[in-house]
């Protein structure tokens, strides 16, 4: 069964400090990987798609990375503002389905 | 541009009773999805399409039915309602399924559709 974990479940950080959100997948066939925003109540918003063959992808103060023989990708936000306070989930495409699976998500707070 | 549109909102249902969640997307996307989130949980998959006439069982499709007539829209049925059905529901389309690095795939999310089964 293919899974996705992300830790820490949540994350509380000062205004200003850049950050690493983390995720974790159990098998290292994958197609892509998608990294969301949630906010409350609302849908997610697609923030950054990483291919299989890329290393990283990046936009604006958010840079994605990708190693896929440790089963693992990370999302760095840069000087982190409190407008970023969000759920952020990762969602990836193994070869093996036609669907994405996706992680629990990391709680972000960014307090002013 | 719309998107992927939801409706209802919200919803709340007795036991027993149905219901059908609609989704419309003006994307002209091939795929089509439906998910689940529970608190605390990722999204699941319940049903999904990859075009008009044709749909597959994603994780969790027991209690639920899909059609898909038209490549716009993908309504979620709900066959006599139960508490464990009690969630938020998100429809999302892409060009592509999850077999494309064109980054066609990249998947576009309705507001959700929060049903309550008391």
């Known amino acids: 069964k293919q899974e996705v974990t992300q830790i820490p479940a949540a994350l509380s950080v000062p205004e200003g400090e850049n950050l690493v959100l983390n995720c974790s997948f159990t098998?290292?066939?994958?197609?892509?990987l998608q990294w969301f925003r949630q906010d409350p109540g609302k849908g997610l918003t697609s923030l950054l798609l990483?291919?299989?063959?890329?290393r990283e992808q990046t936009s604006g103060r958010l840079n994605a990375s990708l190693d896929k023989s440790s089963g693992r990708s990370t999302l760095y936000i840069a000087a982190s503002q409190p407008g970023d306070s969000a759920t952020y989930l990762c969602?990836?495409?193994?070869?093996?389905?036609?669907?994405?699976?996706f992680g629990t998500g990391t709680s972000l707070t960014v307090i002013p | 541009n719309a998107g992927v549109t939801q409706t209802p909102k919200f919803r709340i249902l007795k036991i027993g009773q149905s219901m059908t969640l609609q989704c419309a997307q003006d994307?002209?996307?091939?795929?089509m999805y439906w998910y689940r989130q529970d608190p605390g949980m990722g999204l699941k998959l319940i049903y999904y399409?990859?075009?008009?006439?044709?749909?597959d069982k994603g994780e969790v499709p027991n209690g639920y039915n899909v059609s898909r007539s038209t490549t716009e829209d993908f309504p979620l049925r709900l066959e006599l309602a139960a508490p464990s059905q009690t969630s938020v529901y998100f429809c999302?389309?892409?060009?592509?399924?999850?077999?494309?690095?064109?980054?066609?795939?990249?998947?576009?999310f309705g507001a959700g559709s929060r049903l309550t089964v008391l």
């Open positions: 399409s990859v075009g008009a006439g044709i749909t």
């Open positions: 994307m002209n996307h091939n795929y």
């Open positions: 999302a389309s892409s060009q592509t399924g999850t077999a494309s690095f064109s980054g066609a795939n990249v998947l576009t």
């Open positions: 990483i291919q299989s063959s890329q």
């Open positions: 098998d290292s066939a994958i197609y892509n």
């Open positions: 969602a990836v495409g193994f070869d093996t389905g036609n669907q994405f699976y």
